[in-house]
């Protein structure tokens, strides 16, 4: 973790110079690895903002670095998925949500939904559990832990979301506060019918002890690398993570993925 000093919504650290590193952007991000290094090296400013956080942090990994809509100061993600702000000179470092007041828009949620855009399309259907109605009107991704408590009542509701027009694709994270999750999730992923499994479990049954080869470490790991810190976390298809409340129901969560939608076609993304 960074070490911070908290200063209104975020904290402010001076540091000195360190190692240089090439540049990359949000689009390079994904649930494969690290970055692809862009094809020319980082400016001085780049280089800048990248030595300040090695002085700072030397074991946080930087995946991006970007000129940010904040004046003055770059957007900068590390590997946990994380979005900072450090000052064009590097002497100031930002950690909290962004908002640009004249539009109405979040810069932070703007660039985690652009990372998460990325590494979601890595993931194929075929690692996910698919609830779908035949023409959906939209496609939403759900991290769930099968002992989470939230993620059962959401699926209670199953039936009702697809009704409305939502398909859901659910993607496997358990938890490590709930001892033997992962082994409950694999039972799941290795049953005949992964969704009568899943459903079952979500209503409280054994799933055994079935084993299999299967996705969920991979799945773990995009999620902690896209920082998705807890279930169930939903994200609509843009990667913007949808209010929890508006989930619990289904009319409600239509009426929010149809805002989303519309605002993403006018342009950034909505402050929450």
Not at 79 to 98: K, M, P, T
Not at 180 to 199: H, I, P
Request: aromatic share 6%; proline share 6%.
């Amino acid at each position: 973790m960074i070490k911070s000093l908290l200063i209104l919504a975020g904290f402010v650290l001076a540091a000195p110079f360190a190692a240089a590193q090439s540049t990359t952007s949000f689009a390079d991000v994904n649930a494969g690895g690290a970055a692809t290094p862009a094809a020319t090296s980082a400016s001085g400013v780049e280089k800048t903002v990248r030595d300040a956080l090695a002085k700072l942090a030397p074991g946080v990994k930087v995946e991006v670095v970007e000129k940010s809509d904040l004046p003055g100061f770059y957007e900068v993600v590390v590997s946990s998925g994380q979005v900072l702000y450090v000052s064009a000179d590097g002497r100031y470092l930002v950690q909290g949500e962004v908002y640009d007041v004249v539009q109405k828009s979040n810069l932070t949620s703007r660039a985690q939904a652009t990372i998460r855009l990325a590494a979601l399309k890595s993931l194929p259907q075929s690692k996910r559990l698919v609830f779908a109605p035949a023409n959906p009107k939209h496609t939403i991704t759900v991290f769930t832990d099968v002992d989470c408590p939230y993620c059962r009542q959401f699926h209670k509701q199953i039936a009702a979301y697809n009704q409305a027009g939502i398909a859901v694709e659910y993607v496997l994270f358990p938890l490590s506060i709930h001892p033997g999750a992962d082994k409950k999730a694999e039972a799941v992923w290795c049953s005949q019918d992964r969704n009568a499994a899943y459903t079952a479990a979500m209503n409280g049954q054994d799933p055994g002890q079935k084993t299999c080869p299967n996705p969920i470490a991979e799945t773990t790991a995009l999620a902690m690398k896209i920082g998705i810190g807890g279930t169930p976390t939903i994200l609509n298809e843009n990667g913007v993570q949808v209010n929890g409340n508006a989930a619990q129901d289904p009319a409600r969560l239509l009426a929010e993925l149809d805002r989303l939608s519309a605002q993403a076609a006018k342009g950034p993304v909505a402050a929450n």
